[in-house]
Antibody, heavy 116, light 107 residues
Framework: QVQLVQSGAEVKMPGASVKVSCKASGYTFTSYGISWVRQAPGQGLEWMGWISPYFGDTNYAQKFQGRVTMTTDTSTSTAYMDMRSLTSDDTAVYYC?????????WGQGTLVTVSS | EIVMTQSPATLSVSPGDRATLSCRASQSVSSNLAWYQQKPGQAPRLLIYDASTRATGIPARFSGSGSGTEFTLTISSLQSEDFAVYYCQQYNHWPRTFGQGTKVEIK
């Protein structure tokens, strides 16, 4: 069965960076894109960007351009989302999801807390 | 950027009743529209894609309709497990965008 398993919760200081991982199983990793979506506490869903594990192509929301880098490691079927210069506004649950159109399978989410 | 507007923000419904949720796009997204259900503390779950196709394992009481800029999610007879927040999402344009959500609560 398709599964996306994300790394554990993180607590970061303002100005720091965070790298969240998303390990895929149950399907051919290079056949589907990986999208990243975040959700601030009590808020809605916000699309951050997408990466193609096969081609390495990416597409980031303008809001995150220059501050987010999405990568994949096809040898371990793992996707990564790296965000720099964190502020308190980045406190959220970060999800990875399969596909770049509709998102059919989701990771369990990774809570990133930014606090001094 | 395509703005997705959902209405109402909150829908109070009795178990067994029908629920109708709306989603409007600021410009045409063709039929490239998905619906998700999210319960507290859980990841979103895909319900509908391509505006009207149920995802794998989704009960027939969930149905989607619409194209262009106006879309509807209907839950024909609400079960206790259906009380949740529902989001629409367009994938016709970059960036992908979500509506702000409709909370379906028990009346």
């Amino acid at each position: 069965q398709v599964q996306l398993v994300q790394s554990g919760a993180e607590v970061k200081m303002p100005g720091a960076s965070v790298k969240v991982s998303c390990k895929a199983s149950g399907y051919t990793f290079t056949s589907y894109g990986i999208s990243w979506v975040r959700q601030a506490p009590g808020q809605g869903l916000e699309w951050m960007g997408w990466i193609s594990p096969y081609f390495g192509d990416t597409n980031y929301a303008q809001k995150f351009q220059g501050r987010v880098t999405m990568t994949t490691d096809t040898s371990t079927s793992t996707a990564y989302m790296d965000m720099r210069s964190l502020t308190s506004d980045d406190t959220a649950v970060y999800y990875c999801a399969r596909r770049e159109w509709f998102m059919d399978y989701w990771g369990q989410g990774t809570l990133v807390t930014v606090s001094s | 950027e395509i703005v997705m507007t959902q209405s109402p923000a909150t829908l109070s419904v009795s178990p067994g009743d029908r629920a109708t949720l709306s989603c409007r796009a600021s410009q045409s997204v063709s039929s490239n529209l998905a619906w998700y259900q999210q319960k507290p503390g859980q990841a979103p779950r895909l319900l509908i894609y391509d505006a009207s196709t149920r995802a794998t394992g989704i009960p027939a009481r969930f149905s989607g309709s619409g194209s262009g800029t106006e879309f509807t999610l209907t839950i024909s007879s609400l079960q206790s497990e259906d009380f949740a927040v529902y989001y629409c999402q367009q994938y016709n344009h970059w960036p992908r965008t979500f509506g702000q959500g409709t909370k379906v609560e028990i009346k």
